[in-house]
């Protein structure tokens, strides 16, 4: 006598339908795909710069659903699945078709073979933090770190040739040697175990507040009026970053003693993809 009820229950639970505030991560994840599929439609049009325009924005996107989701309280394994599948395609894909439509099929079959590499790469290390996102044996001080470039920072890292050419002018930046060089060496660091800085638990001290929203002002207004020297600046200030981040994490493990096991969090994107 008690199944009908429970059936009545379970029915009326699924009637409820999901709270449109828990949808919003898996929105802007949605979008950032949107993004990165159009910047592979700019560039088979040779619209290089609307495609790294959209690139902009797809990591911009990346990097608010995971924050939001966060503050919203939601995660679920649909969204972190969501969130890696368009990773892939808009940090795996997009910026591999693009710089190979743009100079590396110049180097014939090397340049695609180049191409693939960094696709492999990204999504080999999208597989790894797929299968390590329920390890919890890690100390605390960890999370403070990626294991190597994140997916987003990757291709960013990547495209900074063709961000530089439209800057300065295509010249050395265009040539397929030295685009083949940044792919290697980000797909390297995407697949490495490298500890870098993740800025999730980032935290300003009262005196800085002022002077940081001041800095990210600064920052907005770049953006707008010199939008690829800034980015180029911001993406070359981020690869200086990582021997520092190497070296603050063999302080920490020294300090607290942890085991060479102690590896840092394996991540997607710059943030991990907790929305629902």
């Known amino acids: 006598m008690n199944q009908p009820r429970v059936e009545r229950l379970s029915r009326r639970d699924r009637l409820k339908g999901l709270p449109f505030n828990r949808m919003i991560p898996n929105i802007l994840t949605l979008l950032a795909l949107c993004a990165g599929m159009t910047a592979i439609r700019y560039g088979l049009q040779e619209r290089w710069e609307h495609a790294g325009l959209a ?3 797809a990591a911009i996107l990346d990097g608010l659903d995971g924050r939001i989701a966060r503050v919203l309280k939601g995660a679920s394994k649909f969204g972190a699945e969501l969130d890696s ?11 591999a078709l693009l710089l190979y439509m743009w100079t590396l099929s110049g180097a014939g079959r090397i ?5 693939l590499l960094f696709s492999v790469c990204c999504v ?10 329920d390890e919890t044996d890690r100390p605390a001080w960890t999370s ?16 900074l040739p063709m961000f530089l050419s439209f ?3 295509d010249g050395l ?16 660091l995407m697949i490495s175990r490298i500890p870098t800085f ?14 940081t929203m001041l800095l990210v002002g600064l920052f907005a207004a770049s953006l707008v009026s010199a939008p690829w020297l800034t980015m180029a600046a911001t993406l070359i200030v981020y690869m200086a970053s990582i021997p520092f981040s190497l070296r603050s994490y063999r302080k920490l493990e020294q300090a607290q003693g942890d085991t060479p096991d102690a590896t840092p969090l394996d991540a997607a994107g710059g943030a991990p993809p907790p929305n629902p």
């Open 144 to 159: 403070n770190f990626f294991a190597g470039v994140p997916a987003p920072a990757g291709g960013g890292l990547v495209m």
């Open 85 to 95: 599948l368009s990773d892939f395609i808009c940090f795996g894909v997009a910026p």
């Open 167 to 169: 800057q300065f002018g």
């Open 173 to 188: 930046f265009k040539q397929p040697a030295m685009v083949a060089v940044f792919v290697v060496v980000v797909s390297a």
């Open 198 to 211: 993740a800025f999730k638990k980032f935290r300003v001290a009262p005196r800085w507040i002022l002077p």
């Open 124 to 133: 080999l290390r999208l597989a790894r933090f797929n299968t390590n996102m």
């Open 55 to 57: 690139l902009l924005v």
């Open 111 to 115: 340049g695609w073979v180049l191409a």
